[in-house]
């Protein structure tokens, strides 16, 4: 018996940012962006709800996996991003699609946050014998960007991505490797402190609430060892079965970096973010469904997916894929 992805599905926002565009709100360069991380432009939520697109790759997973969405017992939403704080994300797709019975819930572990909820919930299939969920990967973080500070508004994107996964025959997913230290250094945080009540000493709020900051040599420097572990821990648990790794979309220096030192070729690595930059929980199965859906993900292929982000966390897993040849 095994777990396995069925079904998957992506759904990104409309408006396309070039680095063109941000060129005209900081001071920065298109070349500048491309040399120094890959990225040529990114999706931004403008009119859309993250729940719309959570809910639309859900749609888009469910019809591959061709089951009837209430045989679906729970539903996993890795974000921290949602357009309601409570109920969770997870709880309004749950709503959109009709579902009537699930145990819905988010995950929040940053970037790594998909890989964390995919082992989440094939621990709860096993633990509580359900047949067939959804783990959704969905983050809108430009709400969160100071679109002043050229060192992060650059990096990031929206975006939305789904998988539906069921117990069955097949292998599916592997060895699983998770792991996480604090951030002492606060190199990537999101500060939400502030005065809620009237007693409460505003001096101690955080003049940059709500925006993302982040120390880019230091996340950079522990992105390169998260990524460089982590493939070496997968390999060592799955007796060096690796073919193919589709890792998080930070910054392709990071990739070519994990290229060199794991001695796997770069073609070996599944890469899009010129075209997204980092959508954060999004950035995993967004990618895991352009890469079936253009052919390079292909039946039988050993693959390994790779995350690290805030918290500090990161992790993989490894997984045999088992749908058919999309082209
Ligand atoms: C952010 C990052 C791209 C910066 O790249 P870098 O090559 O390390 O660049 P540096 O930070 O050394 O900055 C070099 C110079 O470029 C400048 N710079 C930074 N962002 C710039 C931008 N968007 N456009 C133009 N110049 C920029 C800096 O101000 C600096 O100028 P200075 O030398 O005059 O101070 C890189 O550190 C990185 O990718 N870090 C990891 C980010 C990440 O993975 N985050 C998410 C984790 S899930």
Redesign the pocket.
């Known amino acids: 018996m095994g777990i396995s992805i069925i079904g998957c599905g992506h759904k990104m926002p409309k408006f396309v940012a070039t680095n063109k565009h941000l060129e005209e709100i900081?001071?920065?360069?298109n070349e500048?962006?491309i040399k120094?991380?890959g990225i040529k432009q990114r999706r931004l939520i403008t009119d859309e709800t993250l729940t719309e697109l959570a809910t639309q790759s859900s749609k888009d997973a469910i019809d591959i996996a061709q089951i009837d969405k209430q045989d679906i017992g729970l539903v996993i939403a890795a974000t921290f991003t949602s357009d309601t704080s409570t109920p969770a994300l997870a709880s309004n797709v749950q709503k959109e699609l009709g579902i009537e019975r699930a145990i819905p819930m988010d995950l929040s572990a940053?970037?790594t946050g998909f890989i964390y909820a995919l082992a989440t919930a094939k621990s709860l299939m096993e633990s509580l014998d359900i047949e067939t969920a959804l783990v959704i990967g969905a983050d809108y973080i430009s709400k969160y960007l100071d679109w002043e500070d050229?060192?992060t508004c650059?990096?990031f994107g929206d975006g939305s991505g789904a998988v539906v996964l069921k117990r069955g025959e097949q292998k599916g997913i592997g060895s699983i490797y998770l792991n996480g230290k604090p951030d002492v250094e606060e190199v990537?945080v999101i500060n939400d402190k502030q005065a809620t009540h009237p007693w409460r000493d505003a001096k101690h709020d955080d003049k940059r609430i709500h925006k993302l900051a982040?120390k880019?040599?230091e996340?950079?420097e522990f992105?390169c060892g998260a990524i460089v572990e982590t493939i070496n821990k997968l390999k060592e648990m799955s007796g060096s079965q690796i073919k193919k790794i589709i890792p998080?979309q930070?910054?392709g220096?990071?990739i070519r970096y994990a290229s060199i030192k794991s001695k796997i070729p770069l073609d070996n690595f599944y890469i899009n973010i010129q075209k997204y930059a980092?959508t954060s929980a999004a950035t995993l199965p967004i990618a895991i469904d352009e890469a079936w859906k253009e052919g390079w993900l292909k039946k039988g292929d050993q693959i390994a997916l790779v995350g690290?982000?805030?918290g500090l966390t990161w992790g993989g897993m490894t997984i045999e894929w088992n749908l058919p040849n999309f082209v």
């Not at 900081?26 to 360069?29: G, R, Y």
């Open positions: 900081v001071d920065t360069s500048w962006i120094r991380t940053g970037c050229r060192k650059v990096l990537l982040m880019g040599a996340v950079y992105a998080h930070a910054n220096r990071i980092n690290f982000g805030a």
